[in-house]
């Protein structure tokens, strides 16, 4: 029983590694995508998050099948609940970088719209929390994870910024007001993508530690 406990474990954990590979390629590729105007990346993005979806399907069984084991130890557990939220933290990412991908089609329907203000930095710095959180499930790493909790609030002071920004531009152009509006909803995905990262960071504490560090202060969580 433990043997076939820990072969079903061993193959989560490496489908959700993959999910996690193509979550992060994916919003990779749709932001290379909007900074290129590159319609057919954009397009690439979409067709693929149905990858995504699959693996989120199949992960979510395993983890129930696992769940229904009596004698999983604590530890083991753990890994188990925090694998299924994260499965599903994963599957919303990767529906974010949908949103960006089908926002660049939108923009590329219509002129050049410059400047892209701090969208360039808010991606780079969401792609970031992704892929550290990501790497500390990966490597158990609690302070990594905290890390990647610590960065939140940075990247809501950044949305807000250009939040303001370009309804300050609309305001001074009308003529901008439809793609000013796409370029507001990309940044509010790439906010989106990086609370999912927090997420995930969260869940890892919980995994290796076995404290909640949910809805607690910056200094209460590194605790």
Do not use: W
């Not at 994260?86 to 219509?110: F, K, M, P, S, W």
């Not at 969260?202 to 969580?221: F, N, P």
């Amino acid at each position: 029983m433990r043997k076939r406990f820990d072969k079903e474990l061993d193959e989560l954990l490496s489908e959700l590694l993959f999910m996690a590979s193509l979550a992060e390629k994916a919003v990779e590729t749709a932001i290379l995508a909007l900074q290129n105007r590159d319609a057919a990346l954009a397009q690439k993005v979409i067709d693929e998050d149905v990858l995504i979806d699959q693996l989120e399907i199949k992960i979510e069984k395993i983890c129930i099948s696992l769940l229904t084991y009596h004698e999983t130890m604590a530890g083991s557990l753990r890994r188990v609940v925090s694998a299924l939220k994260i499965n599903n933290d994963l599957e919303r990412i990767g529906d974010h970088a949908v949103n960006i991908a089908e926002n660049t089609l939108q923009l590329q329907r219509e002129p050049l719209f410059e400047p892209l203000r701090d969208i360039p930095l808010l991606a780079k710095l969401a792609q970031h929390m992704v892929r550290d959180a990501i790497d500390a499930f990966v490597h158990r790493d609690a302070a990594t994870a905290i890390a990647v909790c610590r960065k939140d609030d940075e990247i809501d002071a950044l949305n807000r910024q250009i939040l303001r920004d370009f309804i300050t531009h609309m305001a001074n152009a009308p003529g901008n007001t439809s793609r000013g509006l796409s370029l507001i909803l990309v940044s509010k995905n790439l906010e989106r993508i990086a609370d999912l990262s927090t997420n995930i960071a969260e869940e890892v504490v919980y995994m290796v530690e076995a404290r909640t560090i949910k809805h607690v202060g910056l200094d209460e969580r590194s605790a």
